[in-house]
């Protein structure tokens, strides 16, 4: 059985105190519970001392992007090998922020992957259809592609280190989440895409988190479908008690 995922996105928002406070609330408040995989990916700047407040506890810690290089003439980018340096276990990529504002293309979300797979990261991929898309009926289309552009070339073994989310574009931010029912259904296209792509055994033992206005109040709905197996969390994972209460949700 496939164990929850319940990852907390900061965003652009904290500073190193508040960081820091809300790294040691959510350490605190999961104990030594094991029975669900957490992660808080807080910015850049915070991700060293966000490592000692979560060290040697359960609480994993990720970046929110990485530049596809290991060294060099990169102004402003960070590379995998520092995140690991700094303590990262994780890092999110393709998140549809990044897609939307930064014109990111699968083709760079791909290098991204493979970098940070090389550099030994998890890697959390994230796709997603927008509004339109979706009233298009083209859901399946979009996912599609940016599975088969993001995940080229990934074997069904660096796929075990790999967790994708699913994150609507129109219920990220929004407060307007899926349906657990629109959720469950596109997880499971994803499921059976992935399964194509790199094997079936590997994509059912893939964790397919879902992203999009991911609160206290639906957590354990969306959690509840046989596809959904974790979250990914914007807004909600600021509050320490709200990111444990989604966190508790994902316990069975
Ligand atoms: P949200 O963001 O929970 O604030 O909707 C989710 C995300 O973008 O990962």
């Not at 014109?103 to 030994?120: T, Y």
């Not at 890697?123 to 599609?144: M, P, Q, Y």
């Not at 660096?158 to 994150?167: D, H, I, K, R, T």
Request: contains cysteine; neutral net charge; charged residues 20%.
């Amino acid at each position: 059985m496939r164990k929850k995922f319940i990852a907390g996105n900061w965003k652009m928002n904290t500073r190193s105190i508040d960081g820091e406070l809300l790294a040691a609330s959510v350490v605190k408040g999961l104990g030594a519970e094991t029975r669900v995989t957490v992660a808080v990916c807080p910015p850049f700047p915070f991700l060293a001392r966000i490592a000692q407040a979560v060290k040697g506890s359960p609480v994993a810690l990720g970046a929110q992007n990485c530049y596809p290089k290991d060294d060099g003439a990169f102004t402003g980018e960070v590379s995998p090998a520092m995140l690991v340096d700094v303590g990262c276990q994780y890092v999110i990529v393709g998140h549809s922020e990044r897609r939307q504002l930064f014109k990111e293309s699968d083709e760079f979300i791909n290098a991204k992957v493979h970098a940070a797979l090389k550099a030994g990261l998890k890697v959390i991929l994230c796709i997603g259809e927008t509004l339109d898309e979706r009233k298009g009926n083209k859901t399946e289309a979009v996912l599609d592609t940016q599975l088969t552009g993001s995940l080229a070339k990934v074997t069904a073994e660096q796929l075990g280190n790999m967790v994708l989310a699913y994150e609507p574009v129109w219920a990220i931010g929004t407060g307007v989440n899926a349906t657990p029912q629109q959720a469950q259904d596109a997880h499971a296209f994803v499921r059976k895409r992935v399964g194509q792509l790199c094997g079936a055994a590997a994509a059912e033992a893939l964790v397919i988190q879902y992203g999009g206005s991911v609160k206290p109040d639906n957590a354990a709905t969306l959690l509840s479908q046989p596809d959904v197996d974790g979250a990914l969390v914007g807004g909600a994972s600021l509050k320490a008690e709200d990111f444990l209460a989604i966190v508790k949700a994902g316990i069975r």
